[in-house]
Every structure is written in C-alpha cells, then in structure tokens.
C-alpha cells in the first residue's frame, strides 16, 4: 500500500519532475570541473552533479551509472517473444539486437517462471538491483507478460528497481501503466528521426493491425516514440536513448537524434556500434555493411556528449543476461536449476550488502579525487587511453590472460574518464595460449597506450611492448582510476625526462564475430 502511494505521488505528472530531467540531462555540458576529479558529464555524473531525486534512481542502476556498473548487477528475463517491426539489423531467430548482441538465444519464460528465477537471482547475487525486459523481441509488443512479470517480482522484492527496453511503437499506449507499476527506467531505441533515413532501418512496422512500409512506416515509429518519450519524461521517469550506429546510413544523422530527444527530456543516450556479420543472417550482415571502428564510434559520442549524458559502457547484453555488466552468470539460472534451488528473500541481507558497496564507492572517489588534485600543477596537453583487465569492483584484479574484455580509460590532466570497453577472445585457456593468438586483442587495444593488469605473462608483455602498447603490473588490486591517474602522471614523468617519447596512437577494433555468454 505505501508503495502504490509512493508511486502515485512521484507518477504525478508535473513540471517539477520534467525541469528535474532536464537539469539531469543538461549536467553534462562535457566539462570536467578543474582539478577535483568531479566530472559533470554523461552517465560518469556522481552524486554531486545531479539532483538528489535523480541520484537515488540512477545510483545503483548498472545502465545509468557508470559509477554503478563496477558493483551493481541487473538481469534480464526473457518475457516478450513477439516483436511487432523489423529492423535490418535483426534475425528474429536470435534476440533483439536493440539490447543484445546479435546471434544470441535466450532461453524463453513465462511470468511465473521469470519471477521465480528474478528471486532466485536476488537471494544468491545481493549486488543485483535491477530488473530489466528486454525481448528477446519487444517489451511493449508483449504487455500481458511484461507487466505481469512486473507485477509479480514487486511483490515478494520491493526493493529491485523496475526496468523496460522497447522500440516504442507501443509506447504511448501503455505510459500510464508503466507509471503505475513504478518502472523507473525506460530504454527506446530511436535510431533516426528522419523517415527517408529510416526507411533504409526498417522495411516494415506492424501498427492498428496493418502492415505498413518504407517512409511512411518510419513517419508512424518516430513520432510514437518522441510523443512516448514526451510522455514519459512529463511523468518523471528515466529514459534512456539507445541508439545503434550505422555507418553510411544514420552516423552523422545521430547528432540530430541526439538534439531531438535531448529537447525531449532523456535522461542518458547511448549510441551502440552496429554488430553485423553475415553469419546472423540479417539484412545488413549478409549485404556486408560494416560496423564503426572504435575511433569513429567515438568520436560520435564525444560530438553528441556536448549534448547531453552519454552511455558508453553498453555491454549489448543478451534477453536474459544476469550479473555485472560484462560477466553473463546467465548459466547459471537456467530454468531446471532455479527450480531446484532454495529460494529465501533476505531483504535486510541485500540492503546490508549494498551499503558495504556504498561505502566502498565512497573510498574509490575520494582516492581518484586525491591522485587528481596531484596533477594540478600538471600544464602538458597530452591525453592517452589506458586498457585495464577488471573482474568488476573498480578495482584492477584480473590477469591479462583470463580476461573476457578491457576497459578503456581515457586520462588527460582534467582526469581519467570511462570511453568504452573491447571484448576478446580469452589469451589463456587452461595454461595455453588461445587459437587465435594475441593479433585480435592487439587490434582491440590498438588505440592504447598502456594496459593496466594484475598480471601478465612474459611472452604476451612483449608482444604488447612489440605493439608500442605498456603492459604494467605495478597497480595490482589497486582502484582504477586512481591508478589510472597515477599511471599517467608517471608517464607524463618519463615524457618530460625524454625516457619515452609520446606517440599518438591509431585506431582499434570493436568486436566482430562469435558471441559468446559472457
Ligand atoms: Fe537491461 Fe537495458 Fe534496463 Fe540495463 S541493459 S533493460 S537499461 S537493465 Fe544496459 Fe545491457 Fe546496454 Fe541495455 S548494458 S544492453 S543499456
Ligand atoms: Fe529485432 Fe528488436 Fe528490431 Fe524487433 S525491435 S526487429 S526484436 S532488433
């Protein structure tokens, strides 16, 4: 009962929670502010940069904190088979490529059996905070079993935050559901908000019971999803923008998608690369059309980011992902073994936990703010990216060889920002190195200068240092982007007594190929 009141009391529409969004969404302004290491920008914004009724939404949200993607956990469950579009980037055999990497099966659920595994998950991962549904077709498409999902989870776990992914046609129809059920967080894939360009994104919508094509049926999504992106800001829920990359059709178009849903109200864009190999047997992959590099990608989000918040630690989960960003413990929960498992929801447990997690962020800002404020005599221009091999935590604590992806940091004398992550092929498979050999993860890394580890081999060191890229142990179990600071003060150290000389590094690769669960 509090609960419905609290959420009627916040679902009010009213311009205090649409001037709120904005001003959350307005942070950004891309600006790190001197030396403190307090960055107003993109989903990186912390507590100090945001209002405080934002930050209790966005803090323990994986997806809208940066921040939080080192110690909260979400899941998905996969609820909504049916889609009602089609995108080019799509296989419908697979999950929606909107959230998931394409190529990848999620085992399907009813609500019940979805509400199950959702208590499941809690009980054993204390740091999940979020449950999302997204596919593996459209949420909205499904909203019998989207909402009854809702429904049942918020009875027995008040306390896990409410999450949706859709592409939007449906959307206006069901925002005063969503507010209902107090779902805080809403994704909309909006790729273009020029039909002719989403024309050549979607051949067909299925809308009103008929069937509709080319320009007119991208007229018919992009105004459903701006007037449910209206709808839902007005409300004062979270919404989050993605949107996928696609060269040579909306790359340049994206920054005008940006303004739009900026204007709009949302809270936090995240601009995703297009995955496209034939293999997926989409429209794109099999006519060849390539996905962005790592630069290009972001040099898209760093012109957006002026903008507004920008997402950039997207991991393109699966329909029933579980765990950390960038770990997938989805194996784990198949539906055999939830119903074999003992089930007990200890909701003081879970809050205790998550408090010792507070704290322990606390603990990593202040160190990052405390190696900055080093640096403030620091007048040289250079800006170099870091790779780091992280088990999660914000802390550097996975060996070079067992690592499943890097994470990228860009550090310049304004501080050390999160620009991305590469995922790899594992180097080191049970004591051996990999098939494919350290190539692949030299192109992934190719834009770095360093790679921050808690060990490395010998043999991959001097591959890297073959590569012009540093492999360094020295930060082990170290926070990370205290260290990452550190590492550049030092390199900035060696610059200035000519023992190194500063290249400018090229380009990298962004993934391709195989997708795995992890
Ligand atoms: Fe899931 Fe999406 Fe909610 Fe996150 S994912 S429904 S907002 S809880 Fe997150 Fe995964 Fe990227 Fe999505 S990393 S694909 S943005
Ligand atoms: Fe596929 Fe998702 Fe597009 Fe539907 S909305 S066609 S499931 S990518």
Not at 243 to 265: F, Q, Y
Not at 298 to 311: F, I, R, T, W
Request: proline share 4%; aromatic share 6%.
């Amino acid at each position: 009962m509090s609960k419905l009141l609290q959420l009627h009391d916040f679902g009010a529409p009213g311009a205090k929670s649409f001037e709120a969004l904005r001003a959350g969404a307005a942070q950004s302004g891309c600006s790190t502010t001197g030396g403190n290491g307090k960055s107003g920008c993109g989903s990186a914004a912390g507590q100090g940069d945001l209002p405080p009724e934002i930050w209790e939404k966005v803090k323990n949200h994986p997806c809208y904190s940066e921040q939080a993607h080192h110690h909260f956990a979400r899941m998905h469950v996969a609820v909504a088979p049916a889609c009602n579009i089609q995108c080019n980037y799509c296989n419908r055999k697979y999950d929606c490529a909107n959230e998931s990497r394409p190529g990848v099966v999620s085992e399907k659920l009813t609500p019940e059996q979805a509400a199950r595994k959702v208590i499941a998950v809690a009980s054993t991962i204390p740091q999940m905070t979020v449950l999302g549904i997204a596919g593996p077709g459209d949420a909205l498409a499904n909203p019998a079993k989207t909402f009854k999902t809702f429904e049942l989870v918020t009875a027995t776990a008040p306390d896990i935050k409410l999450c949706l992914s859709t592409n939007g046609l449906m959307l206006p129809d069901y925002v005063e559901q969503i507010a209902a059920m107090n779902v805080d967080h809403v994704t909309i894939t909006i790729n273009m908000i020029d039909p002719e360009i989403g024309a050549q994104i979607y051949p067909w919508i299925f809308y009103n019971h008929r069937r509709f094509t080319g320009v007119e049926a991208s007229k018919i999504l992009s105004e459903r999803q701006l007037l449910g992106l209206e709808m839902l800001t007005a409300r004062g829920i979270l919404v989050k923008v993605n949107s996928v990359m696609i060269p040579g059709i909306n790359d340049r178009h994206l920054i005008e998608v940006n303004k739009a849903v900026k204007s709009r109200g949302a809270f936090l864009h995240n601009i995703m690369p297009l995955i496209s190999e034939p293999e997926h047997g989409t429209v794109f992959g099999l006519e060849g059309r390539r996905g962005p590099s790592a630069q290009e990608l972001k040099a898209l989000q760093d012109d957006c980011e002026g903008e507004m918040n920008m997402m950039r630690h997207c991991r393109q989960c699966r329909a029933d992902a579980v765990g950390l960003l960038g770990e997938d413990r989805s194996a784990e929960f198949t539906t055999d073994k939830v119903m074999e498992m003992e089930v007990e929801y200890d909701l003081a447990a879970r809050q205790a936990y998550q408090a010792k997690v507070e704290a322990e962020r606390d603990a990593i800002a202040l160190a990052k703010q405390r190696e900055l404020a080093t640096l403030a005599d620091e007048t040289a221009t250079i800006k170099i990216q870091v790779a780091i091999a992280t088990k999660g935590g914000g802390v550097i604590n996975e060996h070079f060889g067992h690592a499943h992806e890097f994470q990228i940091y860009e550090v310049s004398t304004a501080g050390a920002k999160f620009i991305g992550h590469r995922r790899v092929d594992l180097y080191c498979e049970g004591g051996y190195a990999s098939e494919t050999g350290i190539e692949p993860i030299l192109k992934a890394l190719n834009d770095c200068t360093a790679v921050l580890v808690a060990k490395i081999g010998l043999c991959p060191k001097d591959s890297l240092a073959g590569a012009g890229i540093e492999a360094v142990e020295d930060y082990a179990f170290e926070y990370i982007e205290q260290s990452v600071i550190a590492y550049f003060k030092d390199y900035l150290a060696r610059v200035g007594k000519s023992e190194i000389r500063h290249v400018a590094r090229g380009d990298a690769d962004i993934r391709q190929g195989a997708f795995v669960a992890s």
